[in-house]
């Protein structure tokens, strides 16, 4: 019987689909991104000798910070200048040290009350501990100054829905209000039925009580989940929270300030209103002879910098990235929108860097260049000028 009533419900609700009503629930505003780039920016090599094993790249105030997944110091920082400030970081039982590799949650830093600057750091998956920046600078040591569970971030609960639990994407969340203990998240939906997941939806939790909750599509379908999502990106000072999709042309707005959601998307490109079919991937063999399965399609958005006026995003669905030879290190363009998501430029990138971040003193974009341990910066002057 209760297979009955579900088949019965799935029937109308598609039915429901066919009435003209987006089931998407945001407002949406239709724009042109695609293939506009008219220049190409390229790349240089920072003045800098990274060691072996690096993993990611931020910037912090006036201060780099570059992690590393193995050998000592698991934390370098550097100046504007790329001049080696200080090394922090070791593995070991102490306080002062990680058990395993840390990482930066979102890249995103806090203030303290002294006006330091606090960076959280995910030890695996069981703490946050929080290093202070500049005692650790004074001291030439490691600072902890805070510890905490990482386990209230993960929590599935009830969705609300019967049948549904929220399952928490693990490190898609970003702080707010300068507030450890507050957090906007993204989920998905676990459907108990069918053990399939679902869509996508979103919570802002204070001390691990869902303070908001915001639905993205009215109902939910199991193919959604090859399409939804991407990864969280915050504004530098505001409250106001992005998500450009890596499988779609979505980039969406929770500008929680004050209390508005609304979605980009490009023109004629796929919607929520279309008939998502689901995805096939296929099965390649890496160097090592290990079986990868492989995503056919290719990325939308990726990567993130921003200042208080614009941000900047990596796309590569566009003719000049899909058409390049080699798809898996094909370069991408880069998109530049206000936080109204108004598109502004794009220019091509003569090759694709990860983890960016934007100098404004020196209007230089940075990335890390994996395959060769290195920096590459990339001169944005010409094309931020344009733009203001």
Known sequence: MRK????LVTLLVLLSCNNGKSRFLFNVHETDFVNKSKITVKATRADVDLPLGVSDLALCDSFFIVMFYNGGPLMNVYSLEWDL????CYKGRAKNEFLEIPHMLSRQTLKGENGNILIPLREGFSNIKVLDLQQSLQSQKTTIVM????????MAKSGGEE????FPRTFDFVYLNNDINQIFRANSMLNDRDGALYGRDYEVMYDSIQHK???????????????????????PSRNLIIEPFTCMDYILFFDLDNDTTFAIHQKGSPSFDDKLSPVVYTTITNLAGD????????IHFANFAATESFFMVYYGAGDYTVNQPD????APELLFFDWDGNFLKSVMMDVGVGDIVYDEKSQTLYGLDHSNECVLGFDLSEVVADIK
Not at 147 to 154: D, I, N, R, V
Not at 291 to 298: F, G, L, N, S, V
């Open 4 to 7: 009955i009533v579900f088949l």
């Open 85 to 88: 400030l200080g090394r922090f």
């Open 147 to 154: 510890e905490k569970p990482f386990y209230p971030y993960t």
């Open 163 to 166: 049948g549904y639990y929220i």
């Open 213 to 235: 909750y915001f639905k993205m599509l009215s109902h939910d379908f199991p193919e959604d989940f090859d399409y939804v999502g991407g990864q969280l990106n915050k504004h």
């Open 291 to 298: 079986e990868e399965i492989m995503d056919p399609r290719p």
């Open 327 to 330: 798809p898996m290190n094909a």
